[in-house]
């Protein structure tokens, strides 16, 4: 007798905005993976694997009861579980803004500061702030340091 149905191996969740419904999910599947191999959305890198660096921050949003509101969380793409995010919306980097529609005001912020170098830990420091404020949308100087606790760039 088969446990698990059909049905029930759906993942419902939405990326960027965009509902996602997918029949066949391999449950050791990735958010990363599953964002730059089944989305081809290849902004989210893979740095060190382990959840250190933050090169794979993504915003996961979700409604909490308790709080009555929606709460936003960076979350390391690399480590959770694609089917963790069921139910939930993620938003990546190419999500917020992009030179062909319009930097967020994060992105634009860092481009003409000039603060990045290689760019590839960017996506995830973006990301981090880019929760922050949504979550405080005026950050104590403590809170953007905590905000980046999770983000390391090796250059």
């Given at each position: 007798?088969?446990?698990?149905?059909?049905?029930?191996?759906?993942?419902?969740?939405?990326?960027n905005?965009?509902?996602?419904?997918?029949?066949?999910?391999?449950?050791?599947?990735?958010?990363?993976?599953?964002?730059?191999?089944?989305?081809?959305?290849?902004?989210?890198?893979?740095?060190?694997?382990?959840?250190?660096?933050?090169?794979?921050?993504?915003?996961?949003?979700?409604?909490?009861?308790?709080?009555?509101?929606?709460?936003?969380?960076?979350?390391?793409?690399?480590?959770?579980?694609?089917?963790?995010?069921?139910?939930?919306?993620?938003?990546?980097?190419?999500?917020?803004?992009?030179?062909?529609?319009?930097l967020?005001?994060?992105?634009?912020?860092?481009?003409?500061?000039?603060?990045?170098?290689?760019?590839?830990?960017?996506?995830?420091?973006?990301?981090?702030?880019?929760?922050?404020?949504?979550?405080?949308?005026?950050p104590?100087?403590?809170?953007?340091?905590?905000?980046?606790?999770?983000?390391?760039?090796?250059?």
């Amino acid at each position: 007798m088969e446990l698990i149905t059909r049905a029930s191996r759906e993942l419902h969740f939405y990326v960027n905005g965009k509902r996602v419904i997918d029949h066949d999910v391999h449950p050791e599947t990735t958010l990363l993976s599953y964002l730059r191999t089944k989305l081809g959305l290849c902004g989210t890198k893979l740095g060190c694997g382990e959840g250190g660096c933050g090169a794979c921050t993504v915003m996961v949003s979700h409604y909490d009861e308790q709080l009555d509101k929606i709460v936003h969380r960076p979350v390391n793409a690399c480590l959770a579980p694609v089917a963790s995010v069921a139910e939930m919306a993620v938003t990546t980097v190419e999500g917020i803004g992009s030179v062909k529609s319009r930097l967020h005001p994060v992105q634009e912020r860092i481009a003409k500061a000039h603060g990045s170098q290689c760019g590839f830990c960017t996506p995830g420091i973006v990301m981090s702030m880019y929760t922050l404020l949504r979550n405080t949308p005026e950050p104590t100087a403590q809170e953007i340091e905590d905000a980046f606790d999770g983000n390391l760039c090796r250059c």
